[in-house]
C-alpha cells in the first residue's frame, strides 16, 4: 500500500476523544483530511489502523497510524514545535499536565456514561461521583484563566471537549453543572472564545440527540 | 556530601514488589540518580502517601524537592525529562516523535488491557474457564510484544535499542510477576519457541544493572503469592472505580 502523504485523521464526529486531536491541530494550523467513521460497521482502514483496539481517533501521518488520543496530542505537539506548545515546558507542570489528563481518560467518559445509561439510586450515585470528579478539577484549575496558566494547553484541550455533553448529562440526571462547578462552567466558556475549541465542539442538542439515540440502542460502545 | 543532599531531594514512595514501583527504581538507576526508597506497609497507607496522593492514594509517588509526582509512567517521563542532557546520557524515551507514540502506545495497552488478564490469573477463585481465557489473552498480549520487539528494536536487544527505553521499562516491570503466575497457576503463559526475541530479551533485561537489584525474586514472589494477589486485586479494584 503506496503511503499517503500528509495529515489524515480517521474519527467520529461526536466523539471527545477526536476532538481532543482536532482542536490540536487547529491550534498548531496543521492542513490535514478528516475522515468520518461509520462506528457501527467500521473501515478495513480503521481496523487495519487501529488493530489493538479498533477505536479513533487515529491520525495518520505519511501513511503511519498513531492512536490513542493524548498519545495523538503529545505526537503533534512534539511534531509541530514551532507552533502554539501544549505541553508546558517545566517537568513538573508536564507531569502535573499529564497526571490530570490521564484522571480525565479514567473517570469523566465512563462516570458520564452511567448518567444516562443507569436510573434510580445508581444514577444519583454516578451523579455525586460525576460532580466529585469536576469539583477535583475544579480545585486543580483555581483561579487561573486556563489549567494551562495564562495560556490554553495540553489539560485544558484534553478536557474540554466533554463540557458539550454536560447539557445531555444535565438532563438525564437532573442536576446542574452552573450550580455544582460554576467555575468550570466560566472557565469552559473562556476556552470557547478560542476558534480552535469553538469550531471543533458538538453543539450540546446534538450530543444530547446522539445520547437518545444511544439509549435507544442500549449497550453499544463506541 | 553532595551525594547525600541529593538523596535527600529524591525519595521513593512503595512497595518492592509492585510492577508500577518497580518502573521508577528502574528509571532511576538509569539515570544514575541516588533516591532514598521509602517501603510502605503492606495493607495500611502511610500518612505521607496519602498527603502526596490523595487523588489516588496509591504508590508509587516519586517526590522530588519536597514535590510529589504520581503515576509510574508519568514518573518515568518526569525522570526523563529532569535527568537529561549532560547530566545522564541515557535517554528513556526514544527521539523520534513517532517512535515515542508507539513506545507510550505499548506502554498505555499494557497497563490498559494486558495487566488486567494478569491479575484474573493471580486472583483465583474465577472459573476454570475464565483462567484459561485470560491466560490466552495474555499469551496472545506476549506474542504482540515479540511483534512489536521485532519491529521496533530493528535488530537490538531492546525496545528502546540498544539500551533500557520506556517500553522496557513499562513491560518488563510485570516480568517475574508473569513467571510467578505461571507457577502459581499452572498456566504456560510465555514459551521461548514462540517469543524467542522475548525470551533473549528478557534475559538482557533481568540481568541489566539497572534491574537486577530492583526486580523483585519469582520465588519470592510465589512464596508470597497469596498476599501480593489481594493486594493486586485491590490495586485493580481501586483503579477500576
Not at chain 1, 496530542?73 to 514545535?81: A, K, P
Not at chain 1, 480525565?104 to 445509561?117: A, F, M, Q, S
Not at chain 2, 539497572?210 to 519469582?218: E, G
Amino acid at each position: 500500500m503506496a503511503r499517503e502523504k500528509g495529515v489524515v485523521l480517521l474519527d467520529f464526529w461526536v466523539s471527545p476523544f477526536g476532538q481532543r486531536v482536532r482542536i490540536a491541530l487547529a491550534e498548531k494550523g496543521v492542513d490535514y483530511e478528516y475522515k468520518e467513521q461509520d462506528l457501527f460497521n467500521k473501515s478495513e482502514h480503521l481496523l487495519k489502523s487501529n488493530p489493538v483496539y479498533k477505536k479513533i481517533p487515529v491520525l495518520l501521518h505519511d501513511g503511519k497510524p498513531i492512536c490513542e488520543s493524548l498519545i495523538i496530542v503529545q505526537y503533534i505537539d512534539e511534531v509541530w514545535s514551532d507552533k502554539a506548545p501544549l505541553l508546558p515546558d517545566e517537568p513538573l507542570a508536564r507531569a502535573n499536565a499529564r497526571f490530570w489528563a490521564d484522571f480525565i481518560d479514567k473517570k469523566v467518559y465512563e462516570c458520564g456514561t452511567r448518567l444516562w445509561k443507569l436510573k434510580g439510586e445508581e444514577q444519583e450515585a454516578a451523579k455525586k461521583e460525576f460532580v466529585e470528579i469536576f469539583k477535583l478539577l475544579q480545585g486543580e484549575l483555581g483561579d487561573r484563566k486556563f489549567f494551562g496558566g495564562e495560556t490554553f494547553g495540553f489539560l485544558d484541550l484534553a478536557l474540554v471537549p466533554f463540557v458539550a455533553w454536560f447539557y445531555a448529562y444535565e438532563t438525564f440526571a437532573k442536576f446542574s453543572m452552573d450550580e455544582e462547578c460554576p467555575k468550570i462552567v466560566a472557565w469552559a466558556k473562556r476556552c470557547m472564545e478560542r476558534e480552535s475549541v469553538s469550531k471543533t465542539l458538538s453543539d450540546p442538542n446534538k450530543v444530547y440527540e446522539f445520547v437518545l439515540f444511544l439509549k435507544e440502542k442500549f449497550g453499544v460502545e463506541y | 556530601m553532595a551525594a547525600s543532599r541529593e538523596a535527600e531531594e529524591v525519595k521513593v514512595l512503595g512497595l518492592t514488589v509492585s510492577p508500577f514501583v518497580v518502573r521508577v527504581r528502574i528509571a532511576l538507576n538509569l539515570k544514575g540518580v541516588q533516591y532514598e526508597f521509602l517501603e510502605e506497609q503492606f495493607g495500611s497507607k502511610s500518612e505521607l502517601l496519602i498527603k502526596s496522593n490523595p487523588v489516588y492514594k496509591k504508590m508509587p509517588v516519586l517526590i522530588h524537592q519536597g514535590r510529589p509526582i504520581c503515576e509510574s509512567m508519568i514518573i518515568v517521563e518526569y525522570v526523563d525529562q529532569v535527568w537529561a542532557g549532560d547530566y545522564a546520557s541515557h535517554s528513556i524515551l526514544p527521539s523520534l516523535p513517532y517512535d515515542r507514540a508507539v513506545a507510550r502506545f505499548w506502554a498505555h495497552y499494557i497497563d490498559d488491557k494486558w495487566f488486567p488478564k494478569l491479575v484474573v490469573i493471580l486472583k483465583g477463585g474465577d472459573t476454570e474457564e475464565a483462567h484459561a481465557e485470560a491466560a490466552e489473552e495474555l499469551k496472545a498480549g506476549l506474542k504482540l510484544m515479540e511483534e512489536v520487539l521485532e519491529k521496533h528494536s530493528k535488530g537490538k536487544p531492546f525496545f528502546g535499542g540498544d539500551a533500557i527505553g520506556h517500553l522496557d521499562i513499562a513491560f518488563g516491570s510485570y516480568w517475574t510477576w508473569i513467571l510467578a503466575a505461571e507457577k502459581i497457576s499452572g498456566f504456560k503463559l510465555f514459551q521461548q519457541k514462540q517469543t524467542p526475541l522475548l525470551f533473549a530479551w528478557s534475559q538482557d533485561f533481568c540481568l541489566d544493572v539497572a534491574v537486577k537489584d530492583v526486580l523483585p525474586d519469582v520465588d519470592m514472589l510465589v512464596e508470597h503469592a497469596k498476599k501480593f494477589s489481594a493486594w493486586m486485586i485491590q490495586n485493580a479494584a481501586a483503579e477500576n472505580n
